[in-house]
Nanobody, 122 residues
Framework: VQLQASGGGLVQAGGSLRLSCAASGRTFSNYAMGWFRQAAGKEREFVAGINWNGDTRDYADSVKGRFTISRDNAKNMVYLQMNSLQPEDTAVYYC????????????????WGQGTQVTVSS
């Protein structure tokens, strides 16, 4: 599946952004979707995941209660609503796809979008 992430930008601490990821090419509803991020000089890390039908979600502890992942299978879209953003959330955010169930490991995902930059100023 081909993925295109968008919605990043510059925001002040405490602000909000919504990231979007558009999917194409295969049956989107067969795929679990994940959001990952990579800060400068750091490894890519799991942020949030949602399974193929949206009834199971998983969040990294660092974003739990602030970020919400959702999907619209009719539109082939997945979203990441990010609230109460902090400077430590600054990173390039990637959406990724794998069959059916969520996993937290980067290596478990088959398809990746190009990334969108999120910068949070203090």
């Amino acid at each position: 599946v081909q993925l295109q992430a968008s919605g990043g930008g510059l925001v002040q601490a405490g602000g909000s952004l919504r990231l979007s990821c558009a999917a194409s090419g295969r049956t989107f509803s067969n795929y679990a979707m994940g959001w990952f991020r990579q800060a400068a000089g750091k490894e890519r890390e799991f942020v949030a995941g949602i399974n193929w039908n949206g009834d199971t979600r998983d969040y990294a502890d660092s974003v739990k209660g602030r970020f919400t992942i959702s999907r619209d299978n009719a539109k082939n879209m997945v979203y990441l609503q990010m609230n109460s953003l902090q400077p430590e959330d600054t990173a390039v955010y990637y959406c990724a796809a794998r069959k059916f169930v969520i996993r937290r490991l980067v290596s478990m995902y088959d398809d990746w979008g190009q990334g969108t930059q999120v910068t949070v100023s203090s």
